[in-house]
T-cell receptor, first 116, second 112 residues
């Protein structure tokens, strides 16, 4: 199988603080990981593509300095929401790709961020 | 706890024929369902969605059917085209909780 975990599953923080979300591929190496944000009743919005050992590629409109992504190893990518504000409250989902041609992408369970 | 299940990991159909991808869920609180399509080395893209107040939603060649009593939904693609070859993910979200749960995906191969 291919399992992707996210931690924490839920986080509540005060405005102005930074929050780190971890995405781990538990039983495979992920050359590429994706970070998504989901708004209520809307489809996923791709925020950035993260490749191990290189800088993340951000989608247009996503602030690089706001959403820091680090893909330090083939099993771990982190998303840090810096100086969080209430409008950053959302559901963040990561997914991991084994990097093989035609391979499926595996989703994490998501992280619910609430900024007070 | 796998609340959304896609029991067929792969499906192969001939070009021009109908593709039917199935999805089952266990949480009766789910009220919104989505299908995503993913090409290799790319992120998934939204395809079509359906609210629980409907039992059918159509968009061009794509139609999603929802059977609430059976907790089952399906995506129909007709006619299928080789460019439809991809992995399709089913997702669901619950009333009052916008967090989504994804199925494991079904790889569709449309042969010319």
């Amino acid at each position: 199988g291919a399992v992707v975990s996210q931690h924490p599953s839920r986080v509540i923080c005060k405005s102005g603080t930074s929050v780190k979300i971890e995405c781990r591929s538990l039983d495979f190496q992920a050359t590429t990981m994706f970070w998504y944000r989901q708004f209520p009743k809307q489809s996923l919005m791709l925020m950035a593509t993260s490749n191990e050992g290189s800088k993340a590629t951000y989608e247009q409109g996503v602030e690089k300095d706001k959403f820091l992504i680090n893909h330090a190893s083939l099993t771990l990518s982190t998303l840090t929401v810096t100086s969080a504000h209430p409008e950053d409250s959302s559901f963040y989902i990561c997914s991991a790709d084994k990097g093989l041609q035609g391979n499926e992408q595996f989703f994490g369970p998501g992280t619910r961020l609430t900024v007070l | 706890d796998q609340q959304v299940k896609q029991n067929s990991p792969s499906l192969s159909v001939q070009e021009g024929r109908i593709s039917i991808l199935n999805c089952d869920y266990t949480n009766s609180m789910f009220d919104y369902f989505l299908w995503y399509k993913k090409y290799p080395a790319e992120g998934p893209t939204f395809l079509i969605s359906i609210s629980s107040i409907k039992d059918k939603n159509e968009d061009g060649r794509f139609t999603v059917f929802l059977n609430k009593s059976a907790k089952h939904l399906s995506l129909h693609i007709v006619p299928s085209q080789p460019g439809d070859s991809a992995v399709y993910f089913c997702a669901a979200s619950a009333v009052g909780n916008n967090d989504m749960r994804f199925g494991a995906g079904t790889r569709l191969t449309v042969k010319p």
